[in-house]
T-cell receptor, first 113, second 114 residues
Framework: KQEVTQIPAALSVPEGENLVLNCSFT??????LQWFRQDPGKGLTSLLL?????REQTSGRLNASLDKSSGRSTLYIAASQPGDSATYLC????????????FGKGTKLTVNP | GAGVSQTPSNKVTEKGKYVELRCDPI?????LYWYRQSLGQGPEFLIY????????DSGLPNDRFFAVRPEGSVSTLKIQRTERGDSAVYLC????????????FGPGTRLTVL
């Protein structure tokens, strides 16, 4: 059974700092991995999707990397801003299986002005 | 052309009652997913539709939970004999044809069972 773990559970940084969020998964037979952002009381917003054949994806100040063989992904946020404060979730889909997403519990990020 | 919508946004019910939660996916999206999120947890998969049929219902916790998508668009999640443990945010997502594309989530329905 696939298990997704995110470390740390919470992170507080000053504005302008670069930061890294970590995601690990137990079964490397994934099809793709997605990073989401969730604001309090809101649904999820997809940030980046990495196919299993890819190593990284970039969107603006965000860069996500994937090391499938070691079961790890990182989300790098450059020059953090208070508006980046949210919970960040990673999720994977299984290769050859259902399209369902298996989520981690998320990392709650606070960027202080 | 809007995103995924869910109604109601909040539902308070009493233990033992029946509830229906509705999801309107993005137009043209053939895949529709239901997830449940408890406080402090990531979303947990419930069921996934491809068109009108349930392609994977392995996440439904028991036979009190049922979901339909009769015309391949709107979906309804139905919970019978609600229990306090059913309290959670129920999230719906949809994705475009082609398989394993980005899933777009709705704002969720917060269900509280008293």
């Amino acid at each position: 059974k696939q298990e997704v773990t995110q470390i740390p559970a919470a992170l507080s940084v000053p504005e302008g700092e670069n930061l890294v969020l970590n995601c690990s998964f137990t079964d490397s037979a994934i099809y793709n991995l997605q990073w989401f952002r969730q604001d309090p009381g809101k649904g999820l917003t997809s940030l980046l999707l990495i196919q299993s054949s890819q190593r990284e994806q970039t969107s603006g100040r965000l860069n996500a990397s994937l090391d499938k063989s070691s079961g790890r992904s990182t989300l790098y946020i450059a020059a953090s801003q208070p508006g980046d404060s949210a919970t960040y979730l990673c999720a994977v889909t299984r290769a050859g299986g259902s399209e369902k997403l298996v989520f981690g519990k998320g990392t709650k990020l606070t960027v202080n002005p | 052309g809007a995103g995924v919508s869910q109604t109601p946004s909040n539902k308070v019910t009493e233990k033992g009652k029946y509830v229906e939660l509705r999801c309107d996916p993005i137009s043209g999206h053939t895949a529709l997913y239901w997830y449940r999120q408890s406080l402090g947890q990531g979303p947990e998969f419930l069921i996934y539709f491809q068109g009108t049929g349930a392609a994977d219902d392995s996440g439904l916790p028991n036979d009190r939970f049922f979901a339909v998508r009769p015309e391949g668009s709107v979906s309804t999640l139905k919970i019978q004999r609600t229990e306090r443990g059913d309290s959670a945010v129920y999230l719906c997502a949809s994705s475009s044809p082609g398989g394993r594309t980005k899933q777009f989530f709705g704002p969720g329905t917060r269900l509280t069972v008293l």
